[in-house]
């Protein structure tokens, strides 16, 4: 259920029936070749319907434009600041609390944008509405017993094995297989150090190997996260 | 064109070709029980698709948190500060720019935005960009041969018969012209001298006779809009 | 009467018994040659002692410094920020109302600032105190009876036939009339929908013909304008 | 010669023959029964303008509304933050620039606005235009010669005979001595070590003995101020 | 070598001779009942010191006041905004810069001030200073090795077995084991994904079993983290 | 007793005991070649200890980093701004009265940090806590008995007869008075009415005769100043 699409009949009450509102929050980032420049858009808009098909709830629109770094540098990256999206989604939280939600569910699915997030749920959490926010959460046990091509550094994943397999079983049509490529960027080990944009190591936008993408993988593990997602909003429900 | 569902190939080339980048600004926002709440962005990525059929271009992710004072306290609106849209848009422009567009155009369907619209234009415009802010341009001609029913009050418009005819022709599948009905507030003579909010005068958001809207009227003045535009426009081209 | 020239003596009770506040806000900007920088400003001052005379009211001091980007590069002006100036009128709003007046009526007399305005008022309204924005309002029908020379552009007017025939009847010792000119800029039609600076189209600053104003018109439109704005105030006392 | 009242006629001529734009800061704020809340403003722009008698320059308009916190609480007071005045006073200060003064005075005459001012100048001195500030330089002499009733506490004077004085000999009108008093508040000796407003510790707003005010007193301090700001200056003419 | 210790006396030289600058930031913040509230700056202040043994550099004063959310609330701590936190390190970092180090490096020992240092590192990097942020890196080897009692839950560590550990290789003065506690607080599984602060679920501040630490233990594992960190610092000397 | 040497173990109970937090502030900046960089953390702490040993009470750890402007350009500086100083003394204030403390007492050896600091305490300022910020107050007597060479400006002494007099008796171990000059910088008399930074008029940070101290001066004057600050907080104890 849209809340776009919804009129003001029996909003209120369906706003109480539902009890939860979630926000897709992605990018508009170089991902590729092979991957659209709106891939964490998408992802997040279908990951939280896959949610709301399990436990119900409105789906706001999506927050298109957040906080880009590490590829901000490159063309068909649009970014804003770190603050704007922070404070943005800080007022988002606020007015979807006035409208009478009880649980506000974030979907992001764009790490770069944890710690905006982080800091405007804490600025708002209070008594009143529950507050989550999923980046992909649970989805590690499930990533090591079907991924092939390992992860190239730390936590992140981008327009590679996993995130080209996500779009595949959730957007298959964006994606154009037939240019994906085996990137392996040698990452450089003090990145977790020192501040290093992407472009810096980097020729292409694909941080591993897209060749490994299945759509069974990503059906794999997106099934396991909306799974964890379900299990944590049903205590509320 | 949209800029989200393309990929980093051939970026440069086509961003080199379609020189225009258009960004939808919308809302979401009370429109009475007939019009989704997101009846303004809607509005804005249909009349931007419409404009890009006309003179190419390619339409980014549509903007759709803004700031919406007069309905800020009605269930189904979920709106930002003034300077936070303002800053969103400044900093989208510049993103804009730096991706090597020519034309940066604002196609915005929520008269309250204009005043964030135009700080934010002003404070990047310079002569490497061409930049446009468009809220329904050249209209009126049109709208005194077709509108039955009179505006209510001054410029604004809202759920009535002239954004229902709108919805009519450009986005009829989320219309449901049933509930419609002819809101007729009784608007404060001083509304344009004291801040006065909709819902004190009016218990619906239904700011005219939305029963008099229909999809010829909708087609003939958005076409004279999109002409307009289009008109505009393609002395840059 | 004039709060700066008032002492502490028996304030408070006469601020009970005027009830109103007048924030003249001006601007100090380029006229042309036959026009002062500070029109705006005297106009304003000059507008709110017409109001006192009908209404009564104490007068504040006025605010010069304003928000100028039309004509913000050319020599005479001196400007700030629209940010700074709403900020300032909204914290002179609050003291207002922390003196006790009911009513806090703005008189301005330049349409830039009209946004900040309207943003700053909207911050502190609330139920304790009434607030009114005044531009020339009611000055439309008088002004369509005696003006010869036509609006050049759209809602705009400065140093033409109106602002001159205006400074003829409120201040005319400021005015030289041996240097009014008939300034005919050819404003571009598409300053509505992009950013434009009047110094990109016109050498002068008068935007429209000042030979042809008038004392005797000043009058007519500005006493429509008092009348208005009386009409408006009475209401509350 | 005030700015406010020249036209653009010659404009670039007369900035290049004055040099000097003189800002007059004052204040609006309770100054006891005998003088009007408007005091601080007043004594700027007379102040200003004798300064000008001796070396030429352009005053601006009066900055009125500034940075009371001392009596921010006490009716007559309007005033406003620390940071408002110290952005405005900066962007007056690039926008004299601008224009083509080659100094820049500050006549201050309200001792709460100084660290505002300080910090302002600070932030845009360069080598271009040169900056000065002048809350009522060299007049402790003269002050130590006339002045009967002793300073109450430290730096500061408020409405007593000092002011009272001043205000005498340039704008006797505004006074009535019949109301001045001998306030004798006892100032607590940690007000230069704590935060007190005030109003916490005095009835009325006199911070001394008004009675022992008299024109010859503020004469003879004010003419060695303009003297010794005529002298600074001139050395740059 | 500790900068603020340093005079003005070849200052210069010794800046170009040592090239590194490091900055501890550390924390005021609860840390039960064995341990003080400087924990985590002293252990930045002496794990810096370590550093500057191995590879030389100056150390710069420590910055105590930070970003404390989880216990935030609790008696003891004294923290202050994410906001102001990350534009003084970014301040600090340009005024390094300024003096002519070449590598500024930040020793972190508050894993709460991550994001801010994150920030601020981003925005002040350019191609002439190196900048090293450091959280105990490479601490995750050695820990797996010595550690009995399990990290509570996924990285945070506090005032348990791993610090106090820390604290007793480096600090054993503030140590007082004879009030190590085994701490044991049900840390919410959900605490990943929404905002908890510790107090909601840990009566005390340990958030693990500090009577298993032992000095041996916190030298080796910051015997390797300085190693590990002196390591990448080699390669710019 | 330092603040951050405590535990959590009757923290409540030593802070209900010890009333008065005492947060020394300093700064980073050039002192000539005989003293530190550090030179007004070091005496604002140790002023601060002498305090404790007089009235009790628990010192914070030192503010190191703040605002330097008149030898802000000088190597060995490293400051940050008045606004961010400013708010980190504001919040660290709030947290002091969230703590429990009954006066929050700053001590300030550096003068640039007073308007920092004035505007801090006026936003925090309220009947629950008592606030006090002290720049060696009281000292003007004790300086005008024992000081030789005379002031050589207004308030302001900088490594000099008086602060390195208060060094030798401080802090002598950090002194080195083989180095010490008789720094005759002329200063321009308009420093008071014009922003000059000290590097403009003054080859050395040395603003008067530092061979001229001894420890018996600072001994005398430093005594009085703990004296003085103990007797204003003994009437709250």
Redesign the interface.
């Known amino acids: 259920m ?8 029996k ?2 009450e369906k ?1 109480r029936r539902e009890k939860i509102a979630l926000l897709p929050i992605g990018a ?1 980032e ?9 891939t964490d ?2 992802l997040a808009e279908r990951l939280a319907a896959k949610v709301v098909e399990r436990v119900g709830g409105m789906v ?6 957040t906080y880009v ?1 590490s590829l901000g540098r ?11 999206l922070r ?2 989604i800080k ?2 939280g606020l ?2 609390k006035r ?2 939600f009880k649980i506000f569910v974030i979907i992001n699915a764009h790490l770069g944008n944890l ?1 905006a997030i ?2 405007a ?2 600025a708002i ?1 209070d008594d009143e509405m ?5 980046s992909y ?1 649970g989805a590690d046990k499930a990533l090591s017993e079907v991924m092939e091509s390992g992860k190239l550094y730390g936590d992140f994943f981008h327009a590679e094995e996993i995130e080209t397999s996500y779009m595949l079983y959730l957007a298959e049509e ?1 994606v ?1 297989m037939s ?1 994906a490529i085996a990137g392996s960027p040698e990452v450089p080990a ?1 990145i ?4 290093i944009r992407w472009d810096e190591f980097s020729e ?2 694909v941080m591993g190997d897209a060749t490994k993408a299945t759509r069974e993988k990503g059906r794999y593990v997106i099934d396991s996260v909306v799974e964890y997602i379900a299990e ?1 909003l049903k205590r509320h429900l």
């Open positions: 849209k809340f776009n699409e919804q009129s003001d009949y909003l209120e706003i508009v170089s991902h590729g070749d092979h991957l659209p420049l709106g858009s998408i706001l629109p999506t927050l298109h434009y770094w490159r063309l068909g990256t649009i970014g804003i600041s770190n603050d704007l404070e943005t007022e988002i007015e979807v409208n009478g710690s982080k800091e749920v804490r959490y529950k507050i989550y926010y999923f959460p964006y154009d240019k003090e977790s150090y020192t501040p292409t936008s944590i």
